[in-house]
């Protein structure tokens, strides 16, 4: 199992930026994808991006390209995502998972294909 932890939430103009981070311990070496997700009230929890923790490759959310970067630093074992351009549209509460150990890292991974979540960190855009 995977024990995650995020920081870096906030709240910010339309327009601006923040960059959340993820702190990852325990079987990481296992893990072969790290995504981030949002939700907000009343709505299905939402992949936002997701990385190969092997190539690097990335994947991101139609809503999101362009404005948003999934980075990670495995020296550190820590996820980043970096946002810009915010929108109200993009506030809801992140959360940072890990993949199923040894489970490849696909755009069209399903979400059950993570097993191992954060306890979110609360982002707000305000117009």
């Known amino acids: 199992q995977v024990q995650l932890v995020e920081s870096g939430g906030g709240s910010v103009q339309a327009g601006g930026s923040l960059r959340l981070s993820c702190t990852a311990s325990?079987?990481?070496?296992?893990?072969?994808?790290m995504g981030w997700f949002r939700q907000t009230p009343g709505k299905e929890r939402e992949e936002v991006a997701r990385?190969?923790?092997?190539?690097?490759?990335?994947y991101y959310a139609d809503s999101v390209k362009g404005r948003f970067t999934i980075s990670q630093d495995n020296a550190k074992s820590t996820l980043y995502l970096q946002m810009s351009s915010l929108k109200p549209e993009d506030t809801g509460m992140y959360y940072c998972?890990?993949?199923?150990?040894?489970?490849?890292?696909?755009?069209?991974?399903?979400?059950?294909?993570?097993?191992?979540w954060g306890q979110g960190t609360q982002v707000t855009v305000s117009s």
């Open positions: 998972a890990a993949g199923r150990p040894y489970y490849p890292c696909s755009s069209g991974s399903p979400l059950s294909s993570f097993n191992s």
């Open positions: 325990g079987y990481v070496y296992q893990t072969y994808c």
């Open positions: 990385i190969s923790t092997r190539g690097g490759s990335t």
